[in-house]
């Protein structure tokens, strides 16, 4: 957790942000994020983000499913409960086949779920500053971090010249923390901050 | 940033002059406006519904389940055929966000909020039945895997009964997550424009803190897409292992390999009509008609028609192979127990509403119709109520021993604990319908700009210019990408 200063512009059209964030991204601004109100395709790509492994983390879940379905069962069946049911095999394989599948689905999916929520922060009770309100609405909101070799006002020069409407300047905290939406922001400032104030 | 460029002769899916905020409006607003009088009425009338299926359940906990009319042949009856009847509604929800996402079908954005809420109440109402079914259910939880003092005694691995256990929670889990990732970013937009306290607290905590950011939409659309890969082969194993419970049985009507394939679209089938009966509803009360149209309605007419057909050809096929076969007792069981004997009326039921009265979906003007929709959609529930109840009664009721045959009707519990779900399932949906964006916010901004009424109208101009002319322009004003000119130059510098 850290607060930080951000210049804020937003953007009205797609077509308009896109060659925006070109723009940023040559001149060597730190762009923080965009926020936008539904998935905007190839502006994860535009802003040079790396592909999500998530897929990856829900195949890994999903065989992990399948291993415990199979092994658990077989153990049971094998060794710590052997039962004649009908005089039917001790590992009827076909008939795992169904709850193997169904945990396969339910661990993958559960494990998938639980690691996006890790990954985007994202909880009950968990709140971030939200720089623009319209950002879930209809408005794409561009975060540029203001690090101490960036000029604030020839930047928010340059997003106004790029297309951006309602620039301006916020210092808010950036990280997330445990809140509500119906009551004011809080600024953690950092230890060392605090000690040199 | 539209990539795709879809042709102005495809009906939009999103009717009328919009932009964004236009689209928020329309589908958060009832959300913060006091609900109507018709809105109390039907929240009530479910309510009362719910408490009789209470009261219901509640007498026959308490004076076991002989209170329904179940003996020894009729061992499966309201309850069962609830349980599946419920179930199979279940499937259109997830057949509409899963396999529609997968074949990239853009209508099911308008449906598919609406449609996974449904799932999911109807597998709540499902589950209810062969719970209670039980009789002693306070000891429900003895059908779950755990080290326990009584050995350890395990459950049956191979019992198609515990094959369901695992397939409808496993079914209800998937279903819930998938919904609720989805409602996140709408929450979001719930809270980010609330006025009251209260609403941006509630909003704010269902939310779970999203903001929109461009790397969490990038993961949130990797998820969506995994998990409606798994959820497609998970709906169709929900009803293959529902159907197993009578497949894998020696019961002549119900020993046959036909039954997954003529479950799962049975339940496509009955899934697709409940949607229909409560979308005409929701479209009229909330005002979206914009957003739920008269395309949507054919579109998924066409799917009643064809599950439909697939249906009745599963019941011919039946009957071929019951003749066929030349099994005396199946050969008894269909032709004269099933199609004729005292239960034969809701043999003919079923035929009637499931198989006859779907065919007029081959009209483009009855598929437009909403009258005609509407009256269609409760017309297959019934039938494929009776579809399940021809299954397992007239299955059951004239065993290989006459002396034990019998008639079955249902006793006041058994019709109560039925109207007890009815009054669950709309209970939920009412609470849906008020404080839920009943359609998916953000997917209908992401079709916005390619399949809105007004932005495809736009598009009719380069429709008509020959290629020299498009390129032309494309040159004039390259730099230019305000318009929806600028959409179309981008996607072919792309």
Known sequence: ?197 | MHLKYESTLREPLVDGVKDYHQVTEDIISPIEAKPGKLWYVGFFISLMLLAFGAFSVTWEVYYGTGVWNLNKTIGWGWDITNFVWWVGIGHAGTLISAILLLFRQGWRTGVNRAAEAMTIFAVMCAGQFPIFHMGRVWMAFFVLPYPNTRGPLWVNFNSPLLWDVFAISTYFTVSLLFWYSGLLPDFATVRDRAKTKLRKLLYGVASFGWTGSTKHWQRHEALSLVLAGLSTPLVLSVHTIVSFDFATSVIPGWHTTIFPPYFVAGAIFSGFAMVQTLLIIVRKILGLEDYITLGHMEAMNKVIVLTGSVVGCAYLTELFMAWYAAVPYEFATFYKYRAAGPLGWSYWIMMTCNVISPQVFWFSKMRRNVAVTFVMSIIVNIGMWFERFVIICTSLYRDYLPSSWSYYRPSWPEVGFYMGTFGLFFTCFFLFAKYFPVIAVAEIKSVLKTSGESFKKDMEQYEQQSAEEFEAGLHHDDDHHHDAHGAVAHAHHN
């Open chain 1, 1 to 197: 957790m850290a607060v930080k200063n951000f210049v804020v512009a937003s953007f009205s059209d797609e077509a308009v942000l896109f060659p925006a964030v070109k723009k940023v991204r040559t001149a060597g601004y730190k762009l923080h994020d965009v926020y936008t109100p539904f998935p905007v395709h190839g502006l994860d790509h535009a802003m040079g983000l790396r592909e999500t492994s998530l897929h990856t983390a829900g195949f890994i879940y999903g065989i992990t499913g399948t291993t415990t379905a199979l092994s658990c069962m077989s153990w049971v069946f094998n060794s710590d409960w052997p039962m004649n049911i009908g005089g039917k095999p001790h590992f009827p394989l076909p008939a795992f086949i169904p709850i193997t599948f169904e945990l396969t689905v339910l661990f993958s999916a559960v494990g998938m779920v639980l690691t996006f929520c890790y990954l985007c922060q994202l909880a009950p009770f968990v709140k971030k500053h939200i720089f623009n309100p319209r950002q879930t609405d209809d408005k794409f909101v561009m975060v540029i971090e203001v690090t101490a070799k960036t000029n604030a006002e020839e930047l928010k020069r340059f997003l106004v010249s790029a297309g951006g409407e309602d620039v301006n300047e916020q210092r808010v905290e950036s990280g997330w923390w445990f809140g509500r939406f119906d009551r004011e922001d809080r600024l953690f400032e950092t230890k060392v901050e605090a000690v040199n104030a």
